[in-house]
């Protein structure tokens, strides 16, 4: 089954997602956020959609940003105010099932340490970024526009206060996680091996795994199959 939700946020924006079951709402709810430049039908996404209601799971993914009516626009867009729109669709689903989960992938792994965790059982990030790393050579700043541009092929518009929150980023801030936590590497990423240095930091019970053969978007032939065996086994603990 699926359902289509709108979640108002309390500045008047519209958050669009997608809930996913099978026959009946499960009482677990995996909420899925994506990274930057992202949105809520990339394959990782769609296809975890079908995979963990088989499982047990309801699933939500959505939008940080999309161009319906009163959804954000990327440029307006800081890694705090994801978070709160975070939050905001956690209390959105809070009483409605017995436990959340969250996902978050690339930049939505920040969005999730940013976050307030309180009302979520237990975390898995996908190849999580946080600072700048491996980005500083492709990212240049427009006077005219006053935005940064990211030269990914296609072009993406981001805020100086979104370059600036995240170019003050703390690796350091894993010690401040509240719930049990999986960070699943890609091994042909550029992100595992600052990960690795701080992974020991954090204070509650964690695993971190480096899939080799998986780049960021995990896009390998047979590496989704992997990531997604992997954040099940974990949420089921």
């Not at 940013?114 to 990030?125: A, N, P, Q, T």
């Not at 005219?144 to 703390?170: A, C, P």
């Not at 890609?186 to 690795?196: C, P, Q, R």
């Not at 780049?215 to 949420?235: Q, R, S, Y």
Request: proline share 2%.
């Amino acid at each position: 089954m699926e359902e289509k939700i709108q979640i108002l946020t309390k500045d008047d924006h519209i958050i669009y997602g997608t809930m996913n079951y099978k026959g009946k709402k499960a009482k677990n709810l995996i909420v899925f956020v994506h990274g930057l430049d992202g949105n809520q039908n990339e394959h990782q996404f769609y296809n975890a959609a079908r995979f963990f209601p088989k499982a047990g799971f309801t699933t939500f993914r959505f939008n940080l940003y999309s161009g319906k009516e009163k959804g954000r626009i990327l440029t307006d867009c800081t890694t705090k105010m994801h978070a709160e729109d975070l939050n905001t669709v956690i209390k959105f689903f809070y009483n409605k099932f017995q436990n959340i989960y969250l996902v978050g992938h690339s930049l939505g792994g920040l969005t999730i340490l940013l976050s307030d965790l309180e009302k979520v059982k237990s975390v898995v990030l996908w190849d999580p970024s946080m600072k700048l790393m491996g980005l500083e050579d492709k990212l240049s700043y427009n006077k005219e526009l006053d935005l940064y541009v990211l030269h990914w092929g296609t072009e993406y518009l981001i805020s100086k206060q979104m370059f600036e929150e995240r170019k003050n980023q703390d690796l350091r801030l894993v010690e401040k996680i509240t719930r049990p936590t999986k960070i699943i590497c890609a091994g042909d990423g550029v992100l595992k091996d600052d990960w690795g240095k701080v992974v020991d930091k954090i204070q509650v019970p964690y695993e971190f795994m480096v899939l080799k053969g998986a780049g960021h978007c995990f896009n390998e032939e047979g590496i989704e199959e992997v990531l997604f065996d992997e954040t099940l086994k974990w949420f089921q603990k």
